[in-house]
């Protein structure tokens, strides 16, 4: 069993920065990022970065999020800068462990115009 527990979430202007952690229970290979937008069925792959550091983002935020991990904490963090009202979403982290996929329960980022 897998605990992903994110948070950080919140609302914030146009052009400002959030930064959102997901804390799991033991030590993951690959944790990812996904968001839910809105009236949008379908998750759309936001970042990902592997234990060795291999990270892998979504066009979308490209040169403004960044992904990064602490592996002593089981931690990983998404920077996210300049923010777009698009960016609003519910967002996720996933990991795969023995074969299994488990969710955080999410954590809302909201930007305004």
């Known amino acids: 069993q897998v605990q992903l527990v994110e948070s950080g979430g919140g609302l914030v202007q146009a052009g400002g920065s959030l930064r959102l952690s997901c804390a799991a229970s033991r030590s993951i290979n690959v944790i990812a990022w996904y968001r839910q937008a809105p009236g949008k069925q379908r998750d759309e792959l936001v970042a990902a970065i592997s234990n060795g550091g291999t990270t892998n983002y979504g066009d979308s935020v490209k040169g403004r999020f960044t992904i990064s991990r602490d592996n002593a904490k089981n931690t990983v963090y998404l920077q996210m800068n300049s923010l777009k009202p698009e960016d609003t979403a519910v967002y996720r982290c996933?990991?795969?462990?023995?074969?299994?996929?488990?969710w955080g329960q999410g954590t809302q980022v909201t930007v305004s115009s």
């Open positions: 996933k990991g795969d462990y023995a074969g299994r996929l488990y």
